[in-house]
């Protein structure tokens, strides 16, 4: 378990060529050994070609032996112990309860999607039988089950350096799915991502698989990401991070000669619609809720609540100024990286410095490197409505309250809105009418719809939704988190007349998996 | 039921105000009244307007309202009666029995559709309790359906003037997903069209629902298209045509701010996979089934059987000499449109002068216009290897023999081929060891494999894949024939702690409409 600063391709410890990255500790500045030299393009090509020899075998896995991996990798990464969580936490800042957590959910995710493989609901298996008296012609036989699109290419997270990077969601579902996986780590935690990236390695070869199901790359930039995402034998990209990222390995998969789906999660201010009864009656304890949820982890969530939308007057002023308490009492926390803490830094002054916003907050200042202070800022709904500025996502501990005249500024601020991962409604009784007349738009903007509650914490369960229309995601057909998210890397093949000895056992004749297919247009039971 | 030459724009008859399309009888060459003026961008933006102010409420219609409203639509296509019989075969060229077959399979198609809305499968609910309990957090009640993606662009096909065009499977299942649809018609068969559309719009006026559930433009060239897949309110395009018109709708569609979903079935050559056994004991019957496979419709169909692939010898010199003798004695066809005509024309030509294959056989010629004769030509693999053109679509009744040394060949030769639709196997018993080692590639490479049929007649079922990795279409995780076609214009939301109240019915406590949920992670029954 010692760090050694080498990439991992298939089961090879491989040295890069290129421009070494090198994890920085954010709460000193300090950088932590070892250098991670980048991988060259030539070392990509390796990657992807033991991919490639290891698709047709992988994806033909039995359900059982693919998902006894999955718990394989869970094991393996609890297996790291304390070496994980320690580099962990000096990588990103985030105190141990958080990464111990993070681990708890990333084990968590991947035995969930060991039960997923197994249940086999994902096959979508639909037979079709053979009708030869049928008139004016015969029906043939007809079976379709899905099967995994390719090798994927998976960028890590800076945010999460466990739960949505190396052995994160998108490896998770993408491994679920019959896709051998290329990791592009991010730069922030290498050696979270060498630990964790060993640890998958040893399932692989503990599980009997061929090597190329799994491979680590380094790269500063976006060289080894963009060679990733444009070699013809990589099928899939699941990407968490910036918008600008996300639209950048978009623009390259769509170039290719063959086109890609990307996957890229990527920006969202998670708009919270405070009601008035609501507000009335516990406008002290929304400011309580909204304030944690705010601050939690220095707000670093893409799901953290940076817009607050509601009617203009006392009870929205005394939320506001409940919240403002709160947070000038909010200390400090040191962010994940500098480069996340200058741009936190930037976009508050942005807002600072817009004369339409008005700074009513600001947390405690410290003297530390990449300290984020959370920062509450106040404007109007004609001021929203004409600056998209506005709506430009802080990744951080900040957030903007939208005063609107009545009901119909709140319909403009809303529908006015991009995509968004969530939408969040405070109400009580009295306010449901209110809420219902603005389903209808909330549901074209926003994945996943709350009430009474608060956006960040997204649960690895069957009916999450972490995704939205653009620029939340680049693909609102699908989820990020959650068992659904499997379907992302599949297509569907359909078998016509064929013998039995030549179907795919989830098609056989008898159903030998006894998997619940849709048989003659009728569900199994 | 005149031909008036009008677009409909929701429930008007508007005339358009750019360059005149008009229908040519390819039968004559000569063109038949009305003309068509083009819709310009205003008449676009109208029809768009009219979508999206449509769009919440359709989407939320019934599960029962919805089903008879597909339903009203066969009943009105089939009251259009002879008229629209005789209209599409001046328009087409195509016999009277191939357009009664395709009126059936297109009002059965609408029917299909409404049974699967009734269904309701495609809703997709899953529903995860809370555990107000569970340590160290709760877990709170989520629920999850699929909703309608938004106004949907539909794009005519030319050579399934009923199935494919106006009131076809793309329209269909976007109609039964809860999107409205806008046609732009192919300029082909704008009578036919016409008809059709009336069709809808009754329909649409009969059912009690909002106008901009439908409307049909006219329009030359790729002006209308591309500004109607350029309007922030459509939010995916469905698309029957070559491969550089879906390429140029794709690109038209990622360029946009917000960039959608196109989904187009552009190009395929269907490859035919001759196995030693069965090509020796029946090499006369395969013969007979490819000419009549090649040749019905003029070969106009993307599923044309445009390549065989076959060890070199006797019994595969047999099967070339017995087809090249049927289509020798093939009489020529009337093609769709003098276009199609051209294109099928320059494809044959520019086989024919390739020095690496070779022209085996013609059909008989004709006199009258856009008679399309059948050709075979014979290559040998190295060269189909060497040369990309060689596997270039020509649309008609054009088909090419690839002779391969050995069994080591035909993997190249099908590892070499780009996306298709299909690939169909002819096999006996002494050749399933064969085919079993080819499958994991075709699976790779088709999105539907046959076993000893033709891969022409594409049926509408549960089963059916009509899609397949680029460039057979643009997107591989779908199919656009088939009940599983209504999958591609929905996204899922999550309802994170609602109230009963404010649930979709779908999403209710106590499952009003008795939906077969994932409840809990176990499918109910």
């Given amino acids: ?24 500790d954010p709460a000193t500045d300090k950088p932590l050994d070892p250098a991670y030299p980048g991988g060259t393009g030539e070392q990509v090509e ?17 359900l059982t032996a693919r998902a006894e991996f999955l718990e394989a990798i869970a094991s393996e990464i609890e297996a790291l112990g304390e070496a994980l969580i320690e580099r962990a936490m000096r990588e990103t800042g985030l105190p141990r309860p958080r990464i111990l957590g993070e681990r708890g959910r990333t084990c968590q995710q991947l035995r969930t999607f060991a039960r ?38 998976v960028f890590g997270a800076s945010n999460f350096p466990l739960a949505f990077s190396v052995a994160g969601g998108d490896t998770a579902s993408a491994l679920a799915a019959g896709c051998p996986v290329i990791v592009k780590t991010h730069s922030a935690h290498p050696g979270t991502s060498e630990l964790v990236g060993q640890a998958v390695c040893r399932a692989v070869k503990n599980s009997g698989l ?99 939308i509601a009617r203009q007057g006392p009870a929205l002023d005394a939320f506001i100024a409940a919240a403002a308490d709160l947070i000038r009492h909010s200390s400090a926390q040191t962010m994940l990286t500098p480069g996340i803490f200058n741009a936190y830094e930037a976009g508050v002054g942005t807002l600072t410095e817009n004369t339409h916003a008005q700074t009513v907050a600001a947390g405690q200042a ?24 506005l709506q430009a996502e802080i990744f951080g501990a900040a957030s903007l309250v939208v005063q609107c005249a009545d009901d119909n500024e709140i319909h403009q601020v809303i529908e006015h809105l991009e995509g968004q991962l969530t939408a969040t409604l405070h109400l009580d009784d009295a306010d449901q009418d209110s809420a ?23 649960e690895v369960c069957d009916a999450m939704v972490h995704g939205g229309p653009f620029p939340a995601t680049s693909d609102p057909r699908t989820t990020s988190v959650g068992t659904a998210a499997i379907l992302r890397f599949l297509r569907p093949v359909c078998y016509q007349d064929f013998p039995d000895t030549l179907l795919p056992t989830a098609l056989r004749h008898g159903n030998p998996l006894q998997l619940r297919r849709l048989l003659d247009g009728q569900k199994e039971g």
Same sequence: chains 1, 2.
């Fill in 366 to 389: 410290s003297t530390g490197p990449n300290q984020c202070q959370p920062h509450l800022f106040v404007t109007r709904a004609q001021h929203f409505l004409a600056d998209n500025h």
């Fill in 46 to 62: 390796q990657a992807c070609a033991l991919a490639w020899a290891a698709f047709d075998r992988y994806r033909e896995t039995s």
């Fill in 210 to 308: 061929p090597e190329g199901v799994f491979s680590l790359l380094f790269g500063s930039g976006r060289e080894v990401g963009i060679a990733l995402v444009c070699d013809p034998r990589i099928k899939a990209v699941g990407f968490t991070g910036s918008r600008s990222g996300g639209i950048t390995l978009c623009k390259a998969a769509q170039a290719r000669p063959e086109p890609i789906p990307v996957y890229a999660e990527m920006s969202s201010i998670n708009p919270v619609l405070l009601f008035p009864a609501a507000l009335q009656a516990r406008g002290d304890a929304l400011a309580h809720g909204f304030v944690a949820s705010l601050t939690q982890g220095a707000g670093q969530f893409c799901t953290n609540p940076g817009l607050v």
């Fill in 436 to 458: 219902r007349a603005l389903l209808p738009v909330l549901e074209r903007k926003a994945g996943r719809l709350l009430v009474n509650g608060w956006p960040t914490g997204v």
């Fill in 1 to 24: 378990m010692t760090l050694t600063g080498n990439m991992l391709i298939g089961q090879q410890a491989i040295t890069g060529h290129r421009e070494a990255i090198q994890a920085i």
């Fill in 116 to 153: 997923t493989v197994r249940a086999g609901e994902w096959l979508d298996v639909r037979v079709d039988n053979a009708q030869p008296q049928r008139q004016p012609l015969p029906r043939p036989d007809l079976r379709q089950r899905q099967v995994a699109l390719g090798p994927v290419a």
